[in-house]
C-alpha cells in the first residue's frame, strides 16, 4: 500500500487527519517538486495521532498509513527503513525497527 500525499506536521492537521490506531508514518521535508524526502521512519502499534504528535516539531511534514495488526505495522517499518536508507546511515534513525515486547517476528529484508 502506497503512502498518501505528505501533510505539514503540526498539531492541527495531525489530529485532523490521523485516527488513534495501529500504523507507520515517514517524516521528513519536501524536495522542489514536493516529494516528501524522508529522513525519518517510525509506527505506533496503539495510538498513531499520540506518536505523530510527540514528533510535531522536529520535522517539517509527514505521511501515513494505517496497519491491520502489529505484526504488519512491524514489518512495513522494517521494508520503510531499508527502502529509504536506514542500514546507510541515511535516515535520522538511530537504530533498525525493533519488534514489540514479546515478539520473535524477523525482519522481512534483513538476511535470516
Not at 16 to 44: C, D, E
Not at 67 to 82: G, I, L, M, N, P
Not at 86 to 107: I, T
Request: hydrophobic share 30%; proline share 6%; aromatic share 12%.
Amino acid at each position: 500500500m502506497a503512502y498518501p500525499t505528505a501533510l505539514q506536521l503540526t498539531v492541527l492537521q495531525v489530529n485532523s487527519n490521523v485516527q488513534p490506531a495501529i500504523g507507520n508514518y515517514l517524516l521528513g521535508h519536501l524536495n522542489q517538486k514536493g516529494a516528501l524526502v524522508v529522513k525519518y521512519v517510525g509506527r505506533s502499534d496503539t495510538d498513531l495521532n499520540e506518536r505523530l504528535l510527540d514528533h510535531v516539531g522536529e520535522y517539517e511534514h509527514f505521511t501515513f498509513q494505517y496497519a491491520s495488526s502489529e505484526k504488519v505495522a512491524f514489518e512495513q517499518e522494517c521494508r520503510d527503513y531499508h527502502r529509504f536508507g536506514g542500514e546507510k546511515g541515511s535516515l535520522d534513525n538511530a537504530v533498525h525497527p525493533d519488534r514489540p515486547d514479546g515478539f520473535y517476528w524477523k525482519c522481512p529484508i534483513c538476511p535470516p
